[in-house]
């Protein structure tokens, strides 16, 4: 797909991702906005995957640690193939496997990693990098963090071995939004220097405007490294994008927008939901 169109698609998992919020009242709209782009590089571009062979021991592996942003992974694969749109119709409610964060992997095609405890998605995703080296596959790894996560100490122990183990076909997104629960991630636990520390860690590290999704597909290119290292991209986004009204604001990583927001959501972003 050429960029206009992947732009396109973005527009239309925002649309549906809020007004999903709203039937559901449902929250971490935010946060679900910020990683859109990324999520439809990867799933659109970047992964080789066949969602009519979700389980194919030859497919690339990707892990949405930030599990809160789920709601916008399933639409995403929900347009890429992997089940009908129409299953969505149960999301939130008793018995679904539809849940604010992402479930097992048996219960839902497309899903490596049920995700939510912070922290956790990186250590996954290395042990599986891992696996293809000694069963010799050549699939890829890619795990989109927050940056809010990165104040988790699973993350440094998993970074750590990684470059330790020169596991250069694991590439670490970071939704670098700019904001946690509570307040600016740099208040927090001093965030600004996330890319040095992954330096420090012994990573291959760059940066990139997380919601263009031409620079999106250019760090998916990244993996297998070039310098035998694992690969980390700090994205820098912006929490609520697409949205005016939202884009910046931390009251939306809890906050459920009413119809009338909906409404003025679809109508900036071109789409009806």
């Not at 910020?34 to 992964?47: E, K, M, P, T």
């Not at 916008?72 to 193939?81: I, S």
């Not at 992997?82 to 018995?95: A, H, K, R, T, V």
């Amino acid at each position: 797909m050429k960029i206009d169109e992947l732009q396109s698609v973005a527009r239309k998992i925002r649309a549906r991702t809020i007004s999903n919020s709203h039937l559901t009242q449902t929250p971490h709209l935010g946060s679900c906005l910020s990683c859109v782009d990324i999520l439809v590089a990867v799933y659109f571009h970047g992964l080789r995957i066949d969602p009519r062979n979700p389980t194919d021991p030859d497919r690339d592996r990707f892990i949405l640690s930030k599990g809160h942003g789920a709601a916008a992974l399933f639409q995403v694969l929900a347009l890429r193939g992997f089940y009908p749109e129409s299953m969505l119709d149960s999301y939130g409610q008793d018995g679904s496997v539809f849940a604010e964060h992402p479930p097992a992997p048996s219960h839902l095609p497309g899903i490596e990693a049920a995700t939510g405890s912070l922290g956790h998605g990186l250590p996954m995703g290395l042990g599986m990098a891992l696996a293809a080296r000694i069963r010799k596959k050549n699939y890829q790894v890619v795990a989109l963090l927050s940056d809010g996560e990165c104040n988790e100490g699973s993350v440094w122990e998993a970074a750590m071995m990684a470059a330790a183990q020169r596991v250069d076909n694991l590439l670490v997104i970071v939704d670098f939004n700019k904001w946690q629960a509570t307040g600016r991630s740099e208040d927090i636990l001093g965030a600004n220097s996330l890319p040095d520390k992954w330096r420090a860690f012994g990573w291959e590290t760059h940066e990139m405007d997380g919601n263009d999704i031409g620079q999106c597909i250019e760090a998916l290119s990244r993996i297998p490294s070039r310098s035998g290292k694992p690969v980390a991209v700090i994205g820098h986004t912006v929490k609520g994008k697409g949205v005016s009204f939202m884009e910046d604001d931390n009251n939306w990583h809890y906050r459920i927008p009413t119809a009338e927001e909906v409404d003025a959501a679809c109508k900036e972003l071109g789409v009806v939901a």
